[in-house]
C-alpha cells in the first residue's frame, strides 16, 4: 500500500510444507523515502505446526541518506547507510537423523540465531549506466552456542551494481 509522503506498507502471509511439517510465514514491512532518506524496517514472524520447532522471528532495519554531488562529478550520490538484522534459531522445515535429511528424524537448528550490524557507504554513478558501488563493513553476533556459516561472518564487502 502506498500512502501520501513516500509511506509504504507491505503485509504478506505464505503457507509452506517442505516436509511433514506446515509453516505458517507472516510479515509486515513499512518504509518511508523523501528528500533523500531512506528509512524501513520489517518484521517476520514464522510458527511451524504441532509446536514441531519453536517461532522464529526476524527484524530488520535500514537507514540511508542520499547526498547530492557537484554537476561534473562522475558520481551521482554518496550515500551512508546502516543496517541491523537479527534473527532467531531457525530450522528449514525438514526433518534430520544423524546430520541427514531423514523421515525418521526431527527439525533441528539450521541457522542459529545471530544478529547483523552493516554500516557503509554507496557511491551511485551518473552514465553510461545507472550503476552503484557500495563499501559495507559487516559484523556479526551470534548467541553462546551460535556456529557461523563460513560467509556469515565479521567482513568488508564491496559490490558493483547495475541497471539497464
Known amino acids: 500500500m502506498f500512502f501520501p509522503g513516500g509511506l509504504n506498507l507491505t503485509l504478506s502471509t505464505q503457507k509452506i510444507k517442505p516436509d511433514n511439517v506446515t509453516i505458517n510465514m507472516y510479515d509486515a514491512g513499512i518504509y518511508w523515502q523523501s528528500h533523500g532518506f531512506h528509512i524501513e524496517a520489517e518484521y517476520l514472524y514464522k510458527h511451524y505446526y504441532d509446536d514441531a520447532f519453536k517461532a522464529v522471528h526476524a527484524v530488520d532495519a535500514f537507514a540511508s541518506y542520499d547526498i547530492p554531488t557537484s554537476q561534473k562529478s562522475a ?47 554507496m557511491l551511485s554513478l551518473k552514465k553510461p549506466f545507472v550503476s552503484d558501488i557500495r563499501v559495507n563493513y559487516e559484523k556479526y553476533f551470534y548467541k553462546n552456542n551460535g556456529v557461523p556459516r563460513p560467509l556469515e561472518k565479521d567482513k568488508i564487502v564491496v559490490e558493483f551494481m547495475t541497471r539497464f
Open 75 to 121: 558520481i551521482r550520490y554518496v550515500t551512508p547507510l546502516i543496517r541491523y538484522d537479527y534473527m532467531s534459531d531457525y530450522s528449514d522445515g525438514m526433518r534430520y537423523l544423524d546430520g541427514k535429511a531423514n523421515e525418521a528424524g526431527k527439525l533441528i537448528v539450521n541457522d542459529y540465531q545471530c544478529s547483523r550490524l552493516t554500516g557503509g557507504v
